[in-house]
């Protein structure tokens, strides 16, 4: 079955405490991506990753680390979690479009985290 | 400005009605617009997706773009209770990065 994998799907942790959210497809997708979702604000992207070892800034990559040394997996750290962190998380990934379009993005099951 | 504001709801229908769901947006570069469903604790999926201006009919499910207002719209008809969700409108100027809405809640009361 094609699908994104997340892990853990709950986190309570403390702040400081360093920490890895990781995530995997199967799909051999090159793009991935992580998102945060908070009410009001909706989805908004952290960072995300175009192939392996190819990784990009996304609209609030403050205080997240990511890598891609595989194309499959694409784990998101955060060193130090702070309280506005607390969040419900997802990594996403896709296909890339070789006309330049934006090929549908399949969603992991979401990882919710609260940093106390 | 947010590039892309959404009504966030909550939207509670009777079985049986249609459904108008809304976004607007800034950036004239989006050519690519998407409605994805997320049922509760779950990823997003995705419902409809168009390019450019005009209409897009799927089953119960109609997306319209309309680029020169900016305005892209989601109609349910016949709603069921499983259409109870929320939905989000993102779009993209042709790369991978979406830019989404806020999301709206809907449900449907049988």
Same mark, same amino acid.
């Given at each position: 079955e094609a699908q994104v994998t997340q892990n853990p799907r709950y986190l309570i942790t403390v702040t400081g405490k360093k920490l890895t959210v990781t995530c995997s497809q #199967?799909? #051999?997708?090159e793009y991935m991506s992580w998102y945060r979702q908070d009410p009001g604000l909706g989805l908004r992207q952290i960072y995300y990753s175009m192939n392996v070892e190819v990784t990009d800034k996304g609209d609030v990559p403050e205080g997240y680390k990511v890598s891609r040394k595989e194309k499959r997996n694409f784990p998101l750290i955060l060193e130090s979690p702070s309280p506005n962190q607390t969040s419900l998380y997802f990594c996403a990934s896709s296909s890339i479009s070789r006309s330049g379009g934006a090929n549908e993005q399949f969603f992991g099951p979401g990882t919710r985290l609260t940093v106390l | 400005q947010k590039e892309v504001e959404q009504d966030p709801g909550p939207l509670s229908v009777p079985e049986g009605a249609i459904v108008s769901l809304n976004c607007t947006y /800034?950036? /004239?570069?989006? %050519?690519y617009f998407m409605w994805y469903r997320q049922y509760s604790r779950k990823g997003p999926e995705l419902l409809m997706y168009t390019y450019s201006s005009g209409n897009k009919e799927d089953g119960r499910f109609t997306a319209q773009v309309d680029k020169s207002s900016k305005y892209i719209s989601l109609f349910i008809r +016949? $709603? %069921?209770? $499983? +259409?109870s969700a929320t939905y989000l409108c993102a779009m993209s100027a042709g790369a991978n990065n979406l830019f989404f809405g806020t999301g709206t809640r809907l449900t449907v009361i049988p």
């Amino acid at each position: 079955e094609a699908q994104v994998t997340q892990n853990p799907r709950y986190l309570i942790t403390v702040t400081g405490k360093k920490l890895t959210v990781t995530c995997s497809q #199967n799909m #051999n997708h090159e793009y991935m991506s992580w998102y945060r979702q908070d009410p009001g604000l909706g989805l908004r992207q952290i960072y995300y990753s175009m192939n392996v070892e190819v990784t990009d800034k996304g609209d609030v990559p403050e205080g997240y680390k990511v890598s891609r040394k595989e194309k499959r997996n694409f784990p998101l750290i955060l060193e130090s979690p702070s309280p506005n962190q607390t969040s419900l998380y997802f990594c996403a990934s896709s296909s890339i479009s070789r006309s330049g379009g934006a090929n549908e993005q399949f969603f992991g099951p979401g990882t919710r985290l609260t940093v106390l | 400005q947010k590039e892309v504001e959404q009504d966030p709801g909550p939207l509670s229908v009777p079985e049986g009605a249609i459904v108008s769901l809304n976004c607007t947006y /800034s950036n /004239s570069a989006f %050519q690519y617009f998407m409605w994805y469903r997320q049922y509760s604790r779950k990823g997003p999926e995705l419902l409809m997706y168009t390019y450019s201006s005009g209409n897009k009919e799927d089953g119960r499910f109609t997306a319209q773009v309309d680029k020169s207002s900016k305005y892209i719209s989601l109609f349910i008809r +016949d $709603s %069921q209770p $499983s +259409d109870s969700a929320t939905y989000l409108c993102a779009m993209s100027a042709g790369a991978n990065n979406l830019f989404f809405g806020t999301g709206t809640r809907l449900t449907v009361i049988p």
